[in-house]
DNA sequence: TCGAAAATGTTGAATGTTCAAGAATTGGGA
DNA sequence: TCCCAATTCTTGAACATTCAACATTTTCGA
């Protein structure tokens, strides 16, 4: 490891020239990192999905294939672009994630018949099977999350989320 | 790419043996994706993040060091441990992002003299000049959003998200 | 005081993600 | 009709992250 023998550590003390004579609000007020939306969601996200996760890891499956599984356990075929929104990751970590699905027998490939250029994919048997543990294991987790946190509580930080993703997108 | 030829593709009709005669409330309901919490957070979490990334973009910094800088800018030494906690990284992928800030003059290593184990972070100069850019980037993200999200919605998002990292960690 | 266990940070190999480019197909205007 | 642009998905190289193991220092009990 390097470590620095010496570095510049003067203080600056240059005041905003635009700040003049107003005292309150100044024009970039330097908010702490805990009370930025986005550091909140960061940190909130993070918590909970590793919670998710450890619980998941009982089937050693990634919180991203329960995902990928749950969307195609209605039975219908799904393109790789559609999946890749509905799961929240972009197309080539997509493509390779499937690759190790349908290695393992997850979920298989069939091409669409009306555009050629898509990719329909499909959940199998085996897939549907171990998709119905893990919304168990999910829900179990959501519960306690309900039993710590709220009912409440609980409801109104979805509802508030959905809306921030509204407005948002 | 191999798309398979045929898979089975059977509807398996199991009814859950434990339902028996109630009809409400099955024991795991196949709650969809778009209502669990896990997954509203990590979808507000990615959009927010697009966003401020877009915006930190122009001075060609991750959002993680600019946490990282924020951080470091009340001018006191961090410990990398700290420093990690606090900006939600892992210990290794720290110290490797640390790696090229140092590179890039933003921060610098020092020894902690009362435990040599640890190592303390500072911000330099150039750092500080930078931070004060980011912050001023991230600051009009935060009021894009109040605009369209409204500001009371967003005071009581920030509180809710608060609360829940509390009660799950 | 000594030595084993815990704490702190880094490293290297394995793994995963992303970016840019490519292949195949479709659509639509000249 | 024909051709070029747009769409959809995959690939390979560059890049980043993670896991396990390591080195160093401190702590604390015997």
Redesign the interface.
């Given at each position: 490891?390097?470590?620095?023998r010496a570095?510049?550590?003067?203080?600056?003390f240059n005041r905003d020239p635009q700040a003049k004579f107003t005292v309150a609000k100044p024009p970039?007020?330097?908010?702490p990192?805990t009370?930025?939306?986005?550091?909140?969601?960061?940190?909130?996200?993070?918590?909970?999905?590793r919670?998710?996760e450890t619980r998941l890891s009982t089937e050693g499956v990634p919180?991203e294939q329960w995902?990928i599984l749950?969307?195609l356990?209605d039975?219908e075929g799904h393109s790789m672009g559609d999946l890749a929104d509905?799961?929240?990751l972009n197309h080539p970590t997509l493509t390779k994630m499937i690759d190790r699905m349908?290695s393992d027998s997850l979920v298989?490939?069939?091409?669409d018949a009306h555009d050629r250029r898509k990719?329909l994919m499909?959940i199998?048997?085996h897939g549907?099977a171990l998709c119905?543990r893990l919304?168990?294991l999910?829900?179990s987790?959501?519960a306690h999350?309900l039993e710590?946190?709220g009912d409440k509580?609980?409801g109104?930080?979805?509802r508030?989320?959905?809306?921030?993703?509204d407005?948002?997108?």
């Amino acid at each position: 490891m390097h470590i620095d023998r010496a570095a510049t550590a003067g203080q600056s003390f240059n005041r905003d020239p635009q700040a003049k004579f107003t005292v309150a609000k100044p024009p970039h007020p330097n908010t702490p990192l805990t009370e930025h939306l986005a550091y909140l969601l960061a940190q909130a996200n993070r918590e909970i999905n590793r919670q998710l996760e450890t619980r998941l890891s009982t089937e050693g499956v990634p919180v991203e294939q329960w995902r990928i599984l749950k969307v195609l356990s209605d039975g219908e075929g799904h393109s790789m672009g559609d999946l890749a929104d509905a799961v929240l990751l972009n197309h080539p970590t997509l493509t390779k994630m499937i690759d190790r699905m349908v290695s393992d027998s997850l979920v298989y490939r069939r091409q669409d018949a009306h555009d050629r250029r898509k990719v329909l994919m499909f959940i199998s048997d085996h897939g549907k099977a171990l998709c119905k543990r893990l919304n168990s294991l999910a829900a179990s987790q959501e519960a306690h999350i309900l039993e710590n946190y709220g009912d409440k509580a609980t409801g109104e930080l979805k509802r508030l989320l959905e809306n921030l993703i509204d407005a948002a997108s």
